[in-house]
């Protein structure tokens, strides 16, 4: 159960924002805000699990892009990257989130200031920030 790794998405807009999902779960998590995305499976790949995910998820077609450069240790045998989309069809909808939310780099920067963001996603912080601000 603990092996593998997890996939997050770093969706961006055509206008340059960034979306952000509001966790349900686990109750230390509920509230925060992530990258959306999940476990990838046995015989995916990257690519595949995320946007398997992020259909899930959000509903959402997308097509995948570059990873993010920070890969965050969960646990012991269990890491998490991201990856740059775009959303190719249909609008982000919440199945297992709270709420979504689209954001431009101040937004982002103060709402990580203010302790909303998920703590492993915190590692991907500058380089989101640093796409936002392009
Ligand atoms: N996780 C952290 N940040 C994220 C994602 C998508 C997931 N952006 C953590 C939370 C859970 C684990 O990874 O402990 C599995 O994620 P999920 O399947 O509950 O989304
Ligand atoms: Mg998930």
């Given amino acids: 159960m603990s092996g593998g790794t997890v996939v997050a998405g770093a969706i961006y807009?055509?206008?340059?924002?960034?979306?952000?999902?509001?966790r349900a779960y686990?109750?230390?998590?509920a509230g925060l805000w992530e990258l959306p995305g999940g476990?990838?499976?046995p015989g995916e790949t990257?690519?595949?699990a995320l946007v398997r995910e992020l259909c899930e998820e959000l509903n959402v077609d997308v097509r995948v892009g570059v990873?993010?450069?920070?890969s965050v240790r969960l646990k012991p045998g269990l890491d998490m990257v991201a990856v740059r989309a775009?959303?190719?069809?249909?609008?982000?909808?919440t199945t297992e989130h709270l709420d979504l939310r689209w954001?431009?780099?101040d937004m982002l920067n103060a709402?990580?200031?203010?302790?909303?963001?998920?703590?492993?996603?915190?590692?991907?912080?500058?380089?989101?920030?640093?796409?936002l601000r392009e």
């Fill in 39 to 41: 476990k990838v499976e």
């Fill in 111 to 131: 709402m990580d200031l203010r302790g909303e963001i998920v703590p492993n996603d915190r590692a991907w912080i500058p380089e989101l920030l640093a796409d």
């Fill in 13 to 22: 807009a055509d206008d340059g924002r960034l979306l952000l999902a509001q």
């Fill in 103 to 105: 954001v431009d780099a």
């Fill in 46 to 48: 990257l690519d595949q």
């Fill in 86 to 93: 775009r959303i190719v069809a249909g609008i982000p909808d």
């Fill in 67 to 70: 990873r993010l450069e920070a």
């Fill in 26 to 29: 686990p109750p230390e998590l």
